[in-house]
């Protein structure tokens, strides 16, 4: 049997089994269609970004380790890449940019001084392949912010720099989410903080809330941009104190109607996203995810189908979430191959969406309701004997994309041809 006709048919057996369920996988695999994910840009270089030539990551909050040969050192290498990635992935994909990644002409371009014209490049690069894009500014890897502070310092000269610079991300943002017809989410995202013990904590947090209100003053159209505001527990560089906490962001989202973006790596290793989405949405209108894989600290490690990311992903179906969480990336790995790592965490993540939505869920709240917990617990460990595999594969082939691990070998041909001639 020829390997389509065996996806076709283990699919057929697969639809009996989950219909005995209760389970609908067509209408899984329509469903399908509303998970689209924002794949972050920057791990096709490592967070370095074209401002300069061999730019690389600097300065405090991340870290990216290892020295795969291959990254991307241009625009169009970039794009190359991108390409090769949406060509090994089903469904519908966004692509989310970080300002370092203007075309900036060879000229150096400083933050407070970029505009639209510099990514008018990546919008008809999106309209061509029917893409949104989302956006952020880049308040890291820059002189102004080697101290440590970027929106909340007390240099108010920097200060006002960094307020310039989110000002101008969010004015490109509109313009993007206006011309390709779909809202670009602008997060802020900044590595504040301190290495050793403050003793003006709130002074910065104060900056911060001053800094934002005056970033966010321009209202725009909320069908061409949404603002998100990134927590994160701890950053290197920033281990006794971190000015934007999840505390001080999920209060300035709350008053302010931004979307809170929760990030996985930026919590707490025992705290589960998972479990603060609902919470979260109980007081704001719109959730952003970056979905990574901590290992130990915020490693951003390539996301795997692990328990973490499954109870976001049907966190999110089970709720009917789908249509107030936008659903990023955030890893980047410069220690394997940049395509496969995107290509493994992007099927990563949609994988867990598919099981969610594969979960007989209401059958299952039937058994909770009446206190039957027991039953609750079986089905919930049923699911994950089922044939998911099966569906899975009949999605990829309808999507026309690679099914099994297929995509290793066109990887593998992709470095061999492209990557290793870099
Ligand atoms: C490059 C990203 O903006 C960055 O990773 C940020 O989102 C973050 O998670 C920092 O830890
Ligand atoms: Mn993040």
């Known amino acids: 049997m020829d390997k389509k006709s065996m996806i076709e048919k283990a699919y057929e057996l697969a639809k009996l089994q989950y219909a005995e369920l209760g389970v609908d996988t067509d209408a899984v695999l329509k469903k399908m269609e509303e998970v689209v994910i924002s794949l972050h840009c920057w791990q096709t270089d490592d967070v370095g970004g074209f401002e300069k ?23 169009a290498q970039m794009r190359q890449d991108l390409d090769k990635v949406l060509a090994l992935l089903p469904g519908k994909q966004r692509l989310n940019l970080h300002a370092i ?13 970029i505009g639209v014209e510099h990514f008018q490049g990546w919008i008809d690069w999106a309209k061509e392949r029917q893409m ?19 929106l909340s310092s007390k240099n108010e000269e920097n200060r006002k720099f960094w307020v310039e610079h989110v000002k101008r991300c969010r004015a490109i943002s509109a313009e993007m989410g206006k011309q390709l ?11 504040d903080g301190s290495k050793d013990i403050p003793v003006d904590r709130n002074g910065h947090r104060a900056l911060l809330k001053k800094s934002l209100d005056e970033a966010f003053a321009t209202e725009y159209p909320k069908e061409h941009m949404k603002d998100a505001v990134e927590s994160k527990v701890f950053g290197i560089g920033a281990e006794a104190m971190t000015v934007g906490s999840h505390d001080f962001y999920l209060g300035y989202a709350v008053k302010n109607n931004k979307l809170i973006c929760l990030d996985n790596g930026h919590f707490h290793p025992t705290e589960q996203i998972g479990d603060k989405i609902s919470s979260c949405l109980q007081f704001v209108d719109e959730v952003l995810l970056h979905v990574t894989r901590p290992i130990r600290w915020d490693s951003d490690h390539v996301v ?8 976001i992903a049907s966190e999110i179906v089970r709720n009917n979430f789908l249509p107030r969480v936008k659903i990023g990336l955030d890893f980047f790995d410069a220690s394997i191959n940049r395509i496969g790592a995107y290509v493994v965490g992007t099927r990563a993540a949609q994988q867990a969406f598919m099981i969610g939505l594969l979960e007989p869920t209401a059958a299952i709240k039937v ?4 206190g039957k917990n027991f039953e609750r617990l079986a089905m919930l460990e049923l699911m ?26 066109e990887i593998q041909k992709y470095e061999a041809d492209v990557l290793q001639k870099r």
């Not at 058994?367 to 009446?370: C, F, G, N, R, S």
């Not at 026309?400 to 070998?409: K, R, S």
């Open 304 to 311: 795997t189908l692990n328990d973490e990311i499954q109870l």
């Open 101 to 113: 990644y203007g075309e900036f002409g060879g000229k150096l371009v400083d933050r407070d001084q």
């Open 132 to 150: 949104g894009l989302d956006f952020n500014a880049t308040c890291f890897s820059h002189p102004k912010a080697d101290d440590g502070f970027t």
């Open 367 to 370: 058994y909770e309701e009446k």
């Open 384 to 409: 994950k004997t089922r044939a998911f595999g099966a569906v899975w594969d009949y999605y990829c082939l309808v999507n026309n994309v690679p099914t099994g691990g297929d995509f290793i070998a």
């Open 181 to 191: 017809g779909t809202p670009c989410v602008h997060n802020t995202w900044i590595p």
């Open 53 to 75: 030539p061999d730019a690389t990551l600097g300065g405090g909050g991340i870290q990216v380790t290892g020295n795969y040969p291959g990254k991307a050192r241009t625009i």
